[in-house]
């Protein structure tokens, strides 16, 4: 499964739709009204990728299958309580090409990255109802450190 850095003519595109897929997991998964999860999933996308994809510390990937741009993974190297963490902010992979083991092929790609960088610990947020990722998630050794809790009034 080829992992490749994203082409800068591919940004754009792939900044809009993920902007767009985030917003609607906070919708969908956490409880959000349309309108303000947009708008949050702007502003986040803003502050985060402040320079695009020569944003320091931040690395976005194509996921690759049959020549085919299969999904993406978005990766940074930030601060953690431990000291520096490898974060996964994204890790999408088109519906056509889901079942193919291509999200944990991404993960692992994360891992290795991290390791590359001399980083010793991952970092993920995910959504409660999105019990796909949670239980690839938990397949590849992940544990729970917190758990966000909400009741709609």
Do not use: C
Not at 28 to 53: I, N, S, Y
Not at 79 to 98: H, K, N, P, Q, S
Request: no cysteine.
């Amino acid at each position: 499964m080829p992992v490749r850095p994203l082409r800068e003519d591919e940004y754009a595109e792939w900044r809009a739709t993920s902007a767009e897929r985030y917003a609607d997991s906070m919708i969908e998964h956490g409880g959000v009204e349309p309108e303000p999860a947009h708008t949050k999933a702007e502003r986040d996308f803003a502050q985060l990728l402040t320079d695009g994809l020569a944003t320091a510390d931040h690395s976005i990937f194509a996921v690759e299958h049959d020549g085919e741009v299969a999904g993406h993974l978005w990766l940074a190297e930030r601060d953690g309580l431990g000291g520096r963490i490898m974060f996964v902010y994204e890790i999408a992979i088109g519906e056509t090409y889901r079942g193919l083991g291509l999200g944990r092929e991404a993960m692992l790609f994360a891992e290795e990255e991290a390791r590359r960088l001399g980083l010793a610990r991952i970092e993920l947020n995910v959504f409660g109802g999105n019990e796909v990722a949670r239980n690839l998630y938990t397949s590849l050794g992940y544990g729970e450190s917190a758990v966000y809790m909400v009741k709609k009034l």
